[in-house]
């Protein structure tokens, strides 16, 4: 090709369909396809209403050319005649009634399930993502994601699709219709398209990243706004509202930058469709005009007939404009949908893993050392074992590593050294599954979901009766303060277990680990908010129901461990003493002074674990 012709057609490359429709968003018809069958009877019942909906402006050129016959004195019209075709264009009008919302039904159910399908598929996959996944991402950008997301999904496959089949439908229908009446008036009509091909193209390219930058947005400031809203309590004790409202209205503005970009581009593209349409209609009116008076075309009827049909065509035209608005919003919505999808689990899980079909026996870390990503080490060369009836102490300052141990335990994460072995097999050889369903876990920050204090409880034992329910909170120490809530067991805690206290939430939290009966038992920091009096009467509580398992507690308070079998000491990731509480107070080392301060016996230094 001539050097000049190329820079000429630079400025016009090649049209990509996936701008218009997007490739993001047609993968996601999968979802779809369970409903094929629906989907498919949903398009025949729209073609049979597109049909009956262009049916009376055919009726309406045949009344005009029969009252014309009639004027000219060619034919002659009884009066019952106008009755007859009022019957018809009534009868087509129940049909369009008929098809159209049986067809809309069907679309609109569809649409429904596959929301359904994607929002359960998303929450499914979200269970199966490492515990790193969600420390590192915003959780409010994961809830846009999962609701706003799916939900302008929702709309596109029960609005946009459904206007979409409309749209081809009548678009085909109608440019049927019309070469059937007069093939050169309906070549007229066409003459203008291929413009309407450049301006679909000039939107979409545009448009497209400005609606995935507020798709961006909208996540960040969700994000913002959950974390502020659970927060609310300490940025009114720390009179921070004045900068974190500045936060929101940044967070904000990008939003609203993104969508008014977005809404520029629009009403950049509508001017262009009512140009293209304008332009085609002022060829029917002149042309079809012009042959219709010279006798030379369709006659009066026929060319009313066109004139209607020609205007439902202008109709989609415009319509088009805002479906591909939309499509653009619901591409930037799968996009987000499929890149969470295709989050992969960093673990290497093993396909061959062992599934346990007892209580393990044995736990043996082995010189486990690990680091976060992009992080020092937290944890070096760490060895110890546990087996059933033993409790295992582990204490050390803030930092240390201590929570450390128990993920790696409960396999959020794996060791980057060192092995941890479950009846002398590799933790990766055991089903992950199976074996934390050997795990009761107390994590230092009680989580409790929205429910009642009973469904809290059972949460890993959902099947439980309340005698056992009210029996593993007895055991946690909890059952008094739970009787005497206004609904008892069934008392809403509110979202997180807010109108609770903390000491409260840590005992339904150790309620509910104690409820699964399992043969290990994790304690980190279980007891750290409730006073030295509930937790002697805790600890005595657990000491029966500790005797046939292993358990590992983690603690600051050395009260927690004393009864300990072995009690680990870690400073700075590294294991400085190990043994009971006798022998580590005759070791006159770290847990020594660590046990003086809290017994007040000495005064902390600069020096002493804390």
């Known amino acids: 090709m001539p050097a000049r012709y190329s820079a000429w057609m630079r400025p016009f490359p090649r049209f990509d369909p996936s701008l218009l429709f997007g490739k993001h968003l047609w993968r996601i018809f999968a979802f779809a396809k369970p409903y094929r069958q629906r989907i498919g009877l949903g398009l025949v019942l729209n073609a049979f209403a597109r049909f009956f909906d262009l049916l009376p402006l055919i009726i309406v050129g045949r009344v005009v050319d029969a009252i014309n016959a009639a004027v000219e004195g ?55 993502l490492d515990i790193a996944f969600f420390e590192e991402r915003q959780t409010g950008d994961i809830l846009a994601v999962v609701s706003n997301d799916v939900d302008n999904l929702e709309r596109f496959f029960s609005d946009v699709t459904t206007s979409m089949v409309r ?8 440019f049927g219709f019309l070469f059937y009446l007069d093939w050169r008036l309906a070549l007229l009509l066409i003459t203008p398209l291929p413009f309407a091909f450049f301006a679909v193209r000039f939107f979409a390219t545009r448009v497209s990243p400005q609606y995935r930058a507020a798709r961006q947005a909208v996540g960040s400031i969700n994000s913002m706004l959950e974390n502020n809203i659970q927060g609310m309590g300490v940025i009114q004790a720390y009179t921070a509202e004045s900068h974190q409202a500045e936060r929101i209205r940044g967070e904000s503005a990008n939003y609203r930058d993104a969508t008014i970009n977005a809404a ?72 987000r949908i499929r890149e969470l999808l295709a989050q992969k689990p960093t673990r290497d899980e093993n396909p061959h893993a062992r599934v346990l079909q007892q209580a393990p026996q044995r736990i043996e870390f082995e010189n486990v050392s690990f680091a976060y990503p992009g992080r020092e080490r937290t944890i070096t060369n760490v060895t110890f074992s546990m087996e059933p009836g033993q409790m295992i102490g582990v204490v050390g300052p803030t930092g240390a590593g201590k929570s450390t141990l ?42 409790l979901f929205f429910g009642s204090v009973a469904e809290n409880i059972a949460l890993g034992a959902p ?23 206004p609904q008892g067991y069934d008392t809403p805690v509110g979202e997180r277990g807010l109108k609770l206290s903390g000491g409260q939430r840590q005992r339904i939290s150790l309620a509910r680990a104690v409820l699964r009966d399992p043969p290990i038992l994790v304690l980190d920091e279980a007891t750290s908010a409730v006073d030295t009096r509930t937790e002697a009467l805790i600890q005595e509580n657990l000491r029966a129901f500790r ?18 079998d072995s009690i ?7 294991v400085v003493e190990n ?32």
């Open 463 to 485: 099947d439980s009766t309340r005698k056992a329910i009210e029996r593993a909170a007895e055991i946690a120490g909890a059952h008094e303060f739970i009787t005497a809530l």
């Open 579 to 610: 043994g009971d509480h006798e022998s580590l107070l005759a070791q006159n080392g770290a847990y020594a002074n660590l046990w003086a301060v809290q017994s007040g016996e000495a005064v902390a230094d600069d020096n002493t674990v804390s």
């Open 74 to 128: 060619t034919r002659a019209i009884a009066p019952e005649d106008f009755l007859v075709y009022g019957g018809i264009v009534l009868g087509t009008f129940l049909c369009l009634a008929l098809f159209q919302s049986s067809s809309d039904y069907l679309l609109d159910s569809m649409a429904q399930k596959v929301r359904h399908d994607l929002r359960t598929k998303l929450y499914e996959h979200l269970q199966t």
């Open 264 to 335: 520029f581009e629009r009403a950049r593209f509508v001017p262009l469709l009512y140009t293209i349409a304008g332009f085609a209609f002022a060829l029917l009116i002149a042309g079809g005009g012009y042959l219709t008076f010279a006798e030379l075309g369709p006659s009066i009827g026929d060319y009313t007939s066109f004139i209607l049909l020609a205007m439902r065509l202008i109709l989609p035209l415009f319509v088009f404009g805002m479906l591909i608005n939309q499509i653009q919003r619901s591409e930037a919505s799968a996009r």
């Open 547 to 564: 005797n046939r398992r292993m358990t590992l507690a983690v603690a600051h308070r050395l009260s927690t461990v004393r009864a300990s």
């Open 167 to 174: 749209l081809v439908i009548t678009f085909v229908g109608t």
């Open 406 to 447: 128990v993920k790696l335990l409960l396999r959020y994460y794996q060791p980057d050294s060192g092995r941890i072995l479950v009846d002398s097999s590799p933790m990766r050889a055991i089903d992950m599954e199976s074996f934390r369903r050997q795990v009761g876990y107390v994590s230092q920050d009680a989580f």
């Open 568 to 574: 680990l000491v870690l400073v700075d990731g590294v």
